[in-house]
């Protein structure tokens, strides 16, 4: 998972103010009690931060991969 996966699940599930706010503010403690902002930071894999949040939040495992975005069918010919 990439950072940008990470933000786009975040914004999907709190709400980008929300998301933005307890990635700053939340203390994960899977994750040696930092912060995600801190634990992104320090390289950890966005994936394991991302499960964390979702764990500490009781987010149900049925939202952990995000909600469906409809694959895009119309062709650009450009």
Same mark, same amino acid.
């Given at each position: =998972?990439r950072?940008?996966?990470f933000?786009?699940?975040?914004?999907?599930?709190? %709400?980008?103010?929300s998301?933005?706010?307890?990635?700053?503010?939340m203390?994960?403690?899977?994750l040696g009690s930092?912060? *995600?902002?801190? *634990?992104?930071? *320090?390289?950890? $894999?966005?994936?394991?931060?991302?499960? *964390?949040v979702?764990? =500490?939040?009781?987010?149900?495992?049925?939202r952990?991969?995000g909600? $469906?975005v409809?694959?895009?069918?119309?062709?650009?010919? %450009?």
């Open positions: =998972m950072v940008s996966e933000w786009r699940l975040m914004d999907g599930e709190f %709400g980008s103010a998301g933005r706010h307890l990635a700053a503010t203390s994960l403690t899977a930092r912060t *995600a902002d801190d *634990a992104l930071a *320090a390289g950890e $894999d966005p994936r394991d931060v991302w499960l *964390a979702c764990r =500490m939040k009781d987010v149900p495992e049925s952990w991969l909600e $469906d409809p694959l895009r069918t119309e062709r650009w010919d %450009g």
